[in-house]
């Protein structure tokens, strides 16, 4: 499409990066019919479509209001537009620039503020977030139903008897997971154990509510002290980083493109991003089989979450592991569709995260399985606040079904 964006604004870094992005667009309208919002919505200023024709507008000097604002936050950034557009269009790089420069021109209400000013400073720290979490876990039996799916009951974890392998990577630990869910780091320990493969912590949290909550400065601190962290880990011998949360793997390998003119990490970042491998990318799924006791019986239905199969591109992994080590797979539909977690959107978005999960759990329910597996924390939580069968992390039911 054709562009007149503001000279100075055209001139900056941004501002080039958004006319390339705006111009690659033919408008073909493919998007919106794989948009989660805009198939709920039927707005198509809630399609990809009609949010690059706001971003385009506020660009080339028009007028912005809040329905702008309001429009870009309903996005959930799940990318299912770029897997369908056919002209390559890179939506997710041109909402963050349009989500930044909307936040200089439109003031939030002073309860949005405070929303995302208290996820900016308890999310993304692990330790306020299980103070925070066991509050709610040691008043648990006494809140309502609702309330008391959001939360869950506390884990007590085996003891693992592990070996001293050669081959050494890192596994994330993460924000909110050590605290919601400690039982996928611990099965993905016993898994790759199987697979001769020993795991190092490593703390902290990606950066990504920063970034996706337009706190840039703050996340580009997380980020280069994660790579200085990183790039220090892998002079002792480190082969890699094993991501158990799909978002935080899309967030490592987004390191490049955040730090893309800044001469001094680029170059690391590009090395971040390269050594950054999901945990289904390292699962050697013929050694695995051999070391399982698969029961047959147990119906899954898989959810990809957004970042693995339009972020990462990895849209089948999880299906052909757990195939190719005899599991039985259920019947799905509308396996493109977010679930609604995206981040710190069901909490921004709360009625229509509740609404995009119903429609994602009645896609997954199909086939009437016993369980749902997954690959994100969010998704994982998320879903089991809404779902009559268990949500999972692949790797537990995995894990689970080891030999002795």
Not at 36 to 64: A, C, F
Not at 235 to 256: L, Q, R
């Amino acid at each position: 499409m054709q562009t007149k964006i503001k000279h100075d604004f055209l001139q900056s870094e941004k501002g080039q990066l958004a006319d390339k992005i705006l111009r690659s667009c033919v408008h073909c309208g493919f998007c919106t019919a794989t948009c989660p919002t805009y198939q709920i919505l039927g707005d198509e200023l809630d399609g990809p479509r009609g949010r690059i024709y706001l971003i385009k507008q506020m660009l080339e000097g028009h007028t912005v209001t809040k329905e702008t604002l309001n429009h870009l936050d309903r996005c959930l950034t799940c990318r299912a537009c770029e897997t369908t557009c056919p002209s390559g269009v890179e939506y997710g790089h041109l909402l963050e620039i349009g989500r930044s420069e909307v936040e200089k021109r439109v003031k939030r209400s002073l309860l949005q503020k405070v929303l995302r000013k208290t996820l900016l400073l308890i999310l993304p720290f692990p330790k306020r977030f299980a103070v925070l979490l066991q509050t709610g876990q040691l008043f648990r039996p006494v809140l309502p139903g609702i309330l008391k799916k959001q939360i869950p009951a506390k884990t007590r974890l085996t003891k693992l008897s592990l070996k001293n392998h050669k081959t050494k990577m890192l596994i994330l630990d993460g924000c909110a997971q050590p605290a919601l869910a400690p039982e996928i780091n611990h099965a993905t320990r016993k898994v790759l154990d199987a697979l001769d493969i020993e795991l190092v912590s490593f703390s902290g949290c990606c950066g990504a509510i920063n970034q996706h909550l337009s706190d840039e400065e703050k996340a580009l601190v997380i980020i280069k002290n994660n790579i200085d962290r990183l790039i220090a880990e892998f002079d002792n011998d480190i082969e890699g980083i094993v991501m158990t949360a799909s978002g935080c793997g899309a967030m490592f390998k987004e390191y490049p493109h955040l730090l893309r003119n800044d001469e001094h990490y680029k170059n690391k970042a590009e090395i971040i991003a390269n050594k950054t491998f999901d945990l289904t990318e390292i699962i050697n799924t013929e050694k695995l089989k051999n070391k399982l006791n698969v029961n047959k019986n147990l119906n899954i239905a898989v959810h990809t979450p957004c970042t693995l199969q339009h972020a990462q591109k990895l849209p089948l992994n999880i299906e052909n592991i757990l195939s190719s080590c005899g599991y039985q797979l259920s019947t799905i539909k509308d396996k493109h569709l977010c679930c609604g977690s995206a981040g710190t959107y069901s909490i921004t978005q709360p009625e229509l995260s509740a609404q995009l999960r119903e429609q994602r759990l009645s896609g997954l329910m199909v086939g009437q399985p016993d369980m749902i597996a997954t690959a994100n924390i969010g998704c994982l939580h998320h879903m089991n606040a809404g779902s009559t069968v268990p949500v999972r992390h692949w790797v537990e039911i995995v894990a689970e079904n080891l030999k002795p």
